[in-house]
Nanobody, 124 residues
Framework: QVQLVESGGGLVQAGGSLRLSCAASGRTFSSYTMGWFRQAPGKEREFVAAISWRGGSTYYADSVKGRFTISRDNAKNTVYLQMSSLKPEDTAVYYC?????????????????WGQGTQVTVSS
């Protein structure tokens, strides 16, 4: 079992940057594919980015490609989401998630564990 705790959210102006962190419990963090998702008010949860077990492969939603970077530090049991050139439409609660499935996926139903989320608000 993995417990996930996100941090780093906040209020930022459009064009600014934020780095989200997701700390995981357990000694098997390096065996999980990790993902970031977000949910804006009144909208469904959507995929943002995913990273493979060792960090060698990444996958991004088109809406964030070139602006966001996902990374992980398995020694610290932490996955990060560096967000740059933020837009008001990036405003949402951001969640990290973990899956034992091999291969990157944007399908939220394939992730087994979820954090509680962290709010990101981008003002115009």
């Amino acid at each position: 079992q993995v417990q996930l705790v996100e941090s780093g959210g906040g209020l930022v102006q459009a064009g600014g940057s934020l780095r989200l962190s997701c700390a995981a419990s357990g000694r098997t963090f390096s065996s999980y594919t990790m993902g970031w998702f977000r949910q804006a008010p009144g909208k469904e949860r959507e995929f943002v980015a995913a990273i493979s077990w060792r960090g060698g492969s990444t996958y991004y939603a088109d809406s964030v490609k070139g602006r966001f970077t996902i990374s992980r530090d398995n020694a610290k049991n932490t996955v990060y989401l560096q967000m740059s050139s933020l837009k008001p439409e990036d405003t949402a609660v951001y969640y990290c998630a973990a899956t034992r499935e091999y291969g990157l996926t944007y399908d939220a139903s394939r992730y087994d564990y979820w954090g509680q989320g962290t709010q990101v608000t981008v003002s115009s």
